[in-house]
T-cell receptor, first 115, second 112 residues
Framework: DAMVIQNPRYQVTQFGKPVTLSCSQTLNHNVMYWYQQKSSQAPKLLFHYYDKDFNNEADTPDNFQSRRPNTSFCFLDIRSPGLGDAAMYLC??????????????FGSGTQLSVL | DQQVKQNSPSLSVQEGRISILNCDYTNSMFDYFLWYKKYPAEGPTFLISISSIKDKNEDGRFTVFLNKSAKHLSLHIVPSQPGDSAVYFCAALSGGYQKVTFGTGTKLQVIP
């Protein structure tokens, strides 16, 4: 049973055309993350939510926005995709309650292509 | 500023032998570490983790060792199997914080 679901798996958009990637979770986790991963690089944290509290990374471009309308869903909006935004976008969740097991649960990712 | 480093981009190991993947970190505030495995076009899957209060954690064929003084951890896979061929990411976080920082990954190839 998928616990963190990302749609779509593959997304093709045109240069400058807004695109939205979605993520949903059935784990009822407090924290949701969006990571960008380019080939042979570390997943780069764009932002995360702790419940409704939004935490933006300092180097995340303004072109990237996020919405979390409820616990289960989180969206990544790219307002004007450039060629450099082509990447795998990973959504992840975490409980947020300090435990001895702080693991993140990842979705399968959305591979974004920009033409 | 790469706070979590995996200096070996790739590693090849014969099936049945031990695979050792290394990870170094610079932030002394990190107190929890995780290893993830990633196949192409899929999201990372959790393998094993370790808290800074321990120096070893074992789960089946996977063992993680933590050397806090050296700010170094390693993942041992023994015996290695062809299905272990994937990219392995080391990740770290600080207690009380939600930000999780990943290393650049090591691509492991297990040769049958």
């Amino acid at each position: 049973d998928a616990m963190v679901i990302q749609n779509p798996r593959y997304q093709v958009t045109q240069f400058g055309k807004p695109v939205t990637l979605s993520c949903s979770q059935t784990l009822n986790h407090n924290v949701m993350y969006w990571y960008q991963q380019k080939s042979s690089q570390a997943p780069k944290l764009l932002f995360h939510y702790y419940d409704k509290d939004f935490n933006n990374e300092a180097d995340t471009p303004d072109n990237f926005q996020s919405r979390r309308p409820n616990t289960s869903f989180c969206f990544l909006d790219i307002r004007s995709p450039g060629l450099g935004d082509a990447a795998m976008y990973l959504c992840a969740t975490k409980s947020g309650i300090p435990t001895t097991n702080e693991k993140l649960f990842f979705g399968s990712g959305t591979q974004l292509s920009v033409l | 500023d790469q706070q979590v480093k995996q200096n070996s981009p790739s590693l090849s190991v014969q099936e049945g032998r031990i695979s050792i993947l290394n990870c170094d970190y610079t932030n002394s505030m990190f107190d929890y570490f995780l290893w993830y495995k990633k196949y192409p076009a899929e999201g990372p899957t959790f393998l094993i983790s370790i808290s800074s209060i321990k120096d070893k954690n074992e789960d089946g064929r996977f063992t993680v060792f933590l050397n806090k003084s050296a700010k170094h951890l390693s993942l041992h896979i023994v015996p290695s199997q062809p299905g272990d061929s994937a990219v392995y990411f080391c990740a770290a976080l600080s207690g009380g914080y939600q930000k999780v920082t990943f290393g650049t990954g090591t691509k492991l190839q297990v040769i049958p």
